[in-house]
T-cell receptor, first 111, second 120 residues
Framework: NAGVTQTPKFQVLKTGQSMTLQCAQDMNHEYMSWYRQDPGMGLRLIHYSVGAGITDQGEVPNGYNVSRSTTEDFPLRLLSAAPSQTSVYFC??????????FGPGTRLTVT | AQSVTQPDIHITVSEGASLELRCNYSYGATPYLFWYVQSPGQGLQLLLKYFSGDTLVQGIKGFEAEFKRSQSSFNLRKPSVHWSDAAEYFCAVGVPKNMNYGGSQGNLIFGKGTKLSVKP
C-alpha cells in the first residue's frame, strides 16, 4: 500500500490564482481530513469528510473548498490564493476515526 | 471547546540527559491521545498513542508517555536523549467517535508544539 499520498510536494502561487492540492489513500478509509501547519500554531483542521459525498468544516475553513466523490480521493481547492494561505498542508485518513495516517505534506507559498 | 496545551515552546537538553515534554488537554472525558514528532522539512511520525487501558504507553525510539486522568496530562518521556531526537514534538487529542461532540469525532486537536534541541 502507498498509504496517503499528496501532490504536489511544493507549489508557488501568485495572489489570486487557484489550485487544487491532491490527496489520495489506498487503505479504503472512510474518514479523511486536511490540516494546515503554521509556525507556532501546530496543525489546524481545515475540512474533513466522513465518507464519500459527506464533508464538513473544521477550525479554519475560510478560503478552501473540498469535495469527496470517491472514497480514495479528497482534494483541497484554493479558489483565490492569498498570502495568508502560505503554509504546509497535510492530508490524513483513518479507518475507525482513532489513529490517523498522515501524508507527506504540500508546502505552499503564495506571493 | 477542547484544547491542548504544550507549555514549553523550546527545550534544550544535553545528550544523554532525560527528557520530559508536557502536554495538558481540556476535555470532559478520556480522549484518544497521541504524540507525533516532526523533523525539519519532514512529515509527522507517530511516536505513540493511548486509547484505553494501561496508562503507561511505550512508543518507538525509546519514548514513553503516561496518561494521568486526574491531571488531564499525557507527558512524553525518554530516559536518555540522543542527538537525533532533536525535532519538534506535537501532542494531539482525538474525540472518540461514540462521543457526541458536534460532529468532530475523529478529528485531532494539536498542541502548538515543543521544539527540542540537543546539546552535545
Amino acid at each position: 500500500n502507498a498509504g496517503v499520498t499528496q501532490t504536489p510536494k511544493f507549489q508557488v502561487l501568485k495572489t489570486g490564482q487557484s489550485m487544487t492540492l491532491q490527496c489520495a489513500q489506498d487503505m479504503n478509509h472512510e474518514y479523511m481530513s486536511w490540516y494546515r501547519q503554521d509556525p507556532g500554531m501546530g496543525l489546524r483542521l481545515i475540512h474533513y469528510s466522513v465518507g464519500a459525498g459527506i464533508t464538513d468544516q473544521g477550525e479554519v475553513p475560510n478560503g478552501y473548498n473540498v469535495s469527496r466523490s470517491t472514497t480514495e480521493d479528497f482534494p483541497l481547492r484554493l479558489l483565490s490564493a492569498a498570502p495568508s494561505q502560505t503554509s504546509v498542508y497535510f492530508c490524513a485518513s483513518s479507518r475507525d476515526r482513532r489513529e490517523q495516517y498522515f501524508g507527506p505534506g504540500t508546502r505552499l507559498t503564495v506571493t | 471547546a477542547q484544547s491542548v496545551t504544550q507549555p514549553d515552546i523550546h527545550i534544550t537538553v544535553s545528550e544523554g540527559a532525560s527528557l520530559e515534554l508536557r502536554c495538558n488537554y481540556s476535555y470532559g472525558a478520556t480522549p484518544y491521545l497521541f504524540w507525533y514528532v516532526q523533523s525539519p522539512g519532514q512529515g509527522l511520525q507517530l511516536l505513540l498513542k493511548y486509547f484505553s487501558g494501561d496508562t503507561l504507553v511505550q512508543g518507538i525510539k525509546g519514548f514513553e508517555a503516561e496518561f494521568k486522568r486526574s491531571q488531564s496530562s499525557f507527558n512524553l518521556r525518554k530516559p536518555s536523549v540522543h542527538w537525533s531526537d532533536a525535532a519538534e514534538y506535537f501532542c494531539a487529542v482525538g474525540v472518540p467517535k461514540n462521543m457526541n461532540y458536534g460532529g468532530s469525532q475523529g478529528n485531532l486537536i494539536f498542541g502548538k508544539g515543543t521544539k527540542l534541541s540537543v546539546k552535545p
